[in-house]
């Protein structure tokens, strides 16, 4: 393995790479934890095949970071966020969601038979009020990214007829 004499090292300063192993030990993202030896490594004069070869990286990759890094410093390796999919509903609609939970029952927005709200009463007044249809696992996560999460009812019948039936069946 080749390595630069020792006068490359003249224009990183020991602070320099003081700053980039302290920030490869309080980061927790992996991506970022690569970049960062990715720099160090070149920075102690490594070739950049070899810094691939190591880290089990593409040259073109690693050549890429050490570019960010010359032309903007640390802050230049940072990955750009990855968007996702748009969101199915507008912010109005995700508000009358939340009013709607908080202030009405299901038996009061068209469900008579029901008594409290879960995801799947959700998914189908959204369909019904503004035509978009959910998967189960897509209401669940748009709901908690809503801050709403659904427990199990633990409340008694309090209907006496089918509370005697219930304990009839028990007692025999």
């Given at each position: 393995?080749?390595?630069l004499?020792?006068f490359a090292?003249?224009?990183n300063?020991?602070?320099?790479i ?5 920030k490869?030990?309080?980061d927790?993202s992996k991506r970022m ?7 160090l490594s070149h ?10 070869i190591?880290?089990g990286l593409c040259?073109?990759?690693v050549g890429t970071?050490?570019?960010k890094?010359?032309?903007?410093g640390?802050e230049?390796l ?7 999919a ?6 109005d609609?995700?508000r ?11 038996k009061?927005?068209?469900f008579p038979?029901k008594?409290?709200w ?7 007044w959204?369909?019904?009020?503004f035509g978009?249809k959910y ?6 996560y748009a709901?908690?990214r809503?801050?709403?999460k659904f427990s199990?009812?633990k ?5 006496s007829?089918?509370?005697?039936k219930?304990?009839?069946k028990i007692?025999n």
């Amino acid at each position: 393995m080749y390595r630069l004499p020792l006068f490359a090292l003249i224009y990183n300063t020991d602070d320099e790479i003081d700053l980039i192993r302290e920030k490869l030990h309080q980061d927790k993202s992996k991506r970022m934890r690569i970049r960062y030896l990715v720099i160090l490594s070149h920075l102690h004069g490594h070739q950049n095949i070899d810094i691939a070869i190591t880290l089990g990286l593409c040259p073109h990759t690693v050549g890429t970071y050490i570019r960010k890094y010359k032309r903007g410093g640390l802050e230049n390796l940072v990955p750009a966020p990855i968007p996702g999919a748009p969101r199915m509903l507008t912010k109005d609609q995700e508000r009358q969601i939340i009013e709607l939970l908080t202030t009405k029952t299901p038996k009061e927005a068209g469900f008579p038979h029901k008594k409290n709200w879960n995801s799947l009463l959700v998914m189908e007044w959204i369909k019904n009020n503004f035509g978009i249809k959910y998967s189960h696992s897509g209401m669940v996560y748009a709901l908690g990214r809503l801050s709403i999460k659904f427990s199990k009812s633990k409340s008694l019948c309090t209907d006496s007829g089918i509370f005697i039936k219930q304990s009839e069946k028990i007692a025999n």
